[in-house]
Every structure is written in C-alpha cells, then in structure tokens.
Nanobody
C-alpha cells in the first residue's frame, strides 16, 4: 500500500509561483511513476506532469515551459514547480503514484487546491 501526502497549494496572483510537494510512503519499489493531475470545476481530471523511476518526464502541452516536475528518490517525494501561473491553472491538484512492475497499481493523494487570481 502507498500513502500520498500533498502540500503547497494556496492562493496566488497571476504570474506568480507555487511549489507543490507530494511525499509517498509505503511499498515504493520497482518500476513506477509519480505525477500530478488536476481537476477544475466542471472539467475532467487531466494529466499535468509525470516522472518515471529513471527520471523521464511528460508534460501537458498547457504547462510546458512553465511547470517543472522533479523527484527526490531518497525521500520518495515528487515536486511540481509552477511558474507564470494563469487563472486557468486554478484546480485541485492531485498527486498520483503508479507502480508498473512487478504489478500495476495506482494510488491518489487527497488533492490540494491551487487558486490563481486574475
């Protein structure tokens, strides 16, 4: 089992920055990914960024060049540095852990609210 604890959300003005953190605990091993998803009111949850065990990354087109995902493997913690925030970035941000091998399973954090004022 994996537990995910997010922090760093809040209210920020457009153009500002926030840094989200997600600390994972439990059965962290093998080949896996950690990432961030977000869900705005009235919209489906969408991928923001993911990072693999070996450090490869993938970003949504809407955040490329503004957001950076990183991972501290010793601490089992993933970060999302969000710069040049826009009102359309307003959403609940969820941390996600997915084990790939030896077995595929996914876990979600409780979510942290990010609100960007215009």
């Amino acid at each position: 089992q994996v537990q995910l604890v997010e922090s760093g959300g809040g209210l920020v003005q457009a153009g500002g920055s926030l840094r989200l953190s997600c600390a994972a605990s439990g059965s962290i091993f093998g080949i896996n990914t950690m990432g961030w998803y977000r869900q705005a009111p009235g919209k489906q949850r969408e991928l923001v960024a993911v990072i693999s065990t070996v450090g490869s990354t993938n970003y949504a087109d809407s955040v490329k060049g503004r957001f950076t995902i990183s991972r501290d493997y010793a601490k089992n913690t993933v970060y999302l540095q969000m710069n040049s925030l826009k009102p359309e970035d307003t959403a609940v941000y969820y941390c996600r852990y997915e084990n790939i091998l030896p077995r595929r399973e996914a876990y979600w954090g409780q979510g942290t609210q990010v609100t960007v004022s215009s």
